[in-house]
Each structure stands twice: as C-alpha cells, then as structure tokens.
C-alpha cells in the first residue's frame, strides 16, 4: 500500500510531538494530499487553503508545471545537496533571477545563500550590516516579526515569541511603525531627534530592518510615502536599508518585491518562503555589490545549496514572471477580497480591513472574534489563520494561482463564518 493511501491515529502527534505544535490545534485532522488550492485529509475531506504555507505556496500546492521539472531533475540524478559548490541548476537560478527579476527592475544586487529559511536570511542581513558599518545596534519596528532565532527575534516585536528566548535580546531599538501613533506624532521625528541627541542613549544604528508589510503583526500596511520617508532618512544618515520580504515577496502583494510600488532601493533584501515556488526551503539575502564584504567562508550553512529549491524557483520564474500577467491577476482578485472585507465591516460594528494585494486582513476590535471566524471557517472547509498582538486579525494569504471561483467559495466561507460569529 503507498503511503498516501495509509493513515494514522493522530494521537501519535499528542503523544510523541512536543507541545510547541501550534497551527494543527486550529486544524484538529491528519492532511494527506494537496493540490492547487485545495488540501485534502486521510478522511477524505477537502479544504480550500487560505493560508498556503504562511504565504510559500503562493503557486499552490504541488503545482504540475514545477512538479513536472522538479519530478524530471530527481529521475535524471541531478544534484541535492551542494553546499555553496557551483552546480547547473544553481547557476541557471541566478541566470533567471538576475535576467527577469533584477535587471528589468534596475536593482543590482549580489545574491547570497545564507541557509534554508527565512531567519536565515534576516540573521546574515544583521550580521552583514554590523560588519559594513562597524556599529552594533539595529532599528526595528512594533509588531515586526522577522524569525525565531536569537538575532531575528531581538527585531520582533511579540512579546510571547521574544520571552522564549531564555535571554536578554540586544543592540536592537523599536520605533513606532507607520501609523502606530494614529497620525498623532509625525513620523519618524522621534527617531531623528533621538539620534541627534547626544543624551537620548540611542547608540547610532547599523541598520534599520522593515516589513512593508506586517503579516504576523496583523496585517499593518506602510504607506508609500511612509517608505519613501524612512529610506531618504537612511540615506541622510549612513544608514543601511533591510526589507524583510520573507512573506510580503515574490508577488503577494502584486509586484514581484512588495517595496517596488513605494519606489524605493533596499540595501539588502530578504527572500525565503515562495522563492522557491513549492515549498522547498530555501532564502536569499540579496545586497548591493559594494556591500560584500564577505571573507570566503565567513557566513555559511549546511543546506545553503538546495539545488532541487533552485530548479523548481527557475521555472516559477519562467513560468511566472516573464510578463506581467500574474501581478495583474493578483491585484484584480486583491480588490474582490477588499471589496467583501469591505462589505462585512459595513456590516457589522467592531470590524475593519486591511491589506495589499493578495494579503488582507479582517480586523476585529473584539480579539476573540478572530479565532472563533477562523474556528467556524475551518468546519465549513476553509483553513484561514489569525495574526495581529491579540490574534485579532483574521490573515488571508489565498494562494496567487487560486481560481476566481475557489476565491469567491472561500469568501462566502467566511462572510457566513463572520455572521455566525458577530451577527
């Protein structure tokens, strides 16, 4: 018998996996199968997939035009594992990424493979800035999220998160996010009037880390002009820019980088989750050519060369990002998920939306309304997540590759859910 074909009692998971499991104890069923925006359990059943790996599934899952070449490169004895060594399939990743995703965007960045994951990324993106800058500290913003290891979670912001960490997490300073005053205090004049007081205590950052953005923190959106303002400020400063584009990257919000439509040029860039288009770990930590100051060595990892990550994120960008056609599909079905959000929050009193592109929030001033939408969506077929401090935020990332009929399904899903929930 195959092994899909087989199933198992869960209580396998309760008694031999640690407690830190989270996302199956909103999700209480063994999955088995998966395809384009549907996964299916070992009872059979099927759920429409709004979540799509925490956004590394924006092509769906076990997509046939990656699988297909993935499927090919395995058979032929390509290779798996190859460090930082110089293969094929690593150098027609980089011949795609810089001919259809760099250049026609006029960014020059040097690629490096830092590890398999996206706190991989974030921690060789601080630890570059350091040794550029000679200084230390590092700026980051409230309800950031950027990784579970030491160096990322010293840039988080929830407190939960921070506090298993076990030790004081440093050198790094939160300022208020885009909006966080609610337009009470202009933006950034406490950041700039701190680091021109010589009493404020505010050792002159390194670098300044941002989620254009914040999916985890629920769905906080920077303006344009907010990231416009916060790059010129840099500039001014010697300063180096880090966009953390882990989750907002790879087309979520429309374009294929999410800073692309506020203008602006990061210093260094960092890309994980969708970059390999199926789900294959695998991240980048992108930097201007003159900010590798790298000694051979000095930064690695054991699967810093997943070289099947690299053929199925070639062909995502063949297939995907030789023309504009997907970024335009992700804003039109964007719009129809703002316009439903739109419709339930004038609807009901203690609710509102937020979002970019194919990342949108339904936010509830109620914090317990969120889990319960999300509880009622998951029996009704629908896997939806929540985010935000108090989990207050109901956090759609729909696969970018989802049918305009799945998409409207999984939205009435949740229109009934929220009704059951507040109405």
């Not at 200084?135 to 990322?152: C, D, K, W, Y």
Request: charge should be negative.
């Amino acid at each position: 018998m195959q092994l899909l074909d087989q199933t198992v009692d869960d209580s396998v998971f309760t008694t031999h996996e640690s407690e830190v499991r989270s996302y199956c104890r909103s999700w209480p069923t063994v999955f088995t199968r998966a395809r384009g925006s549907y996964i299916t359990d070992q009872s059979g059943r099927e759920y429409l997939d709004f979540f799509a790996g925490a956004g590394s599934l924006n092509y769906g899952h076990n997509n046939p035009v990656l699988k297909s070449a993935l499927l090919e490169y395995i058979e032929n004895d390509g290779i798996t594992h190859g460090l930082d060594m110089a293969t094929v399939a690593k150098g027609k990743f980089l011949e795609a990424f810089h001919g259809k995703i760099l250049s026609p965007r006029g960014l020059d960045y040097k690629v490096q493979f830092p590890g398999p994951t996206g706190t991989n990324a974030v921690e060789s993106a601080l630890k570059l800035a350091r040794k550029v800058t000679g200084r230390e500290s590092i700026i980051s913003f409230t309800n950031a999220f950027h990784g579970m290891t030491l160096g990322s979670l010293s840039v988080t912001g929830n407190s939960m998160k921070r506090a298993g960490a076990g030790i004081p997490l440093v050198h790094a300073t939160p300022m208020p996010f885009d909006n966080y005053m609610g337009g009470v205090v202009e933006d950034f004049s406490w950041f700039e009037r701190v680091l021109d007081d010589s009493g404020s205590g505010l050792n002159r950052p390194a670098a300044v880390i941002v989620e254009t953005v914040q999916g985890e923190g629920g769905v906080n959106v920077a303006r344009a002009e907010w990231l416009r303002a916060l790059e010129e400020l840099c500039r001014r400063r010697d300063i180096l820019l880090i966009v953390d584009d882990v989750q907002m990257g790879c087309g979520r919000t429309g374009k294929f980088f999410s800073f692309e439509e506020a203008g602006i040029k990061p210093d260094i860039v960092t890309l994980s989750k969708s970059i390999s288009g199926y789900g294959l770990p695998f991240a980048l930590m992108l930097m201007r050519p003159e900010l590798d100051v790298w000694s051979p060595g000095e930064h690695n990892g054991t699967f810093r060369g997943n070289n099947p990550a690299f053929v199925t994120a070639t062909k995502t960008i063949e297939h995907y990002w030789s023309d504009d056609a997907l970024e335009k599909d992700t804003y039109a079905k964007g719009d129809r998920i703002a316009k439903v959000f739109g419709d339930i929050s004038d609807r009901f009193d203690g609710v509102s939306h937020r979002g970019r592109g194919m990342v949108q929030g339904l936010v509830f001033e109620d914090s317990t309304a969120a889990g319960k939408v999300c509880a009622e969506a998951f029996e009704a077929g629908l896997l939806a997540e929540t985010s935000g401090p108090s989990d207050e935020v109901v956090k759609l990332l729909p696969p970018l590759t989802i049918s305009t009929d799945d998409l409207d399904r999984g939205l009435t899903i949740l229109t009934e859910s929220t009704e059951k929930v507040i109405g």
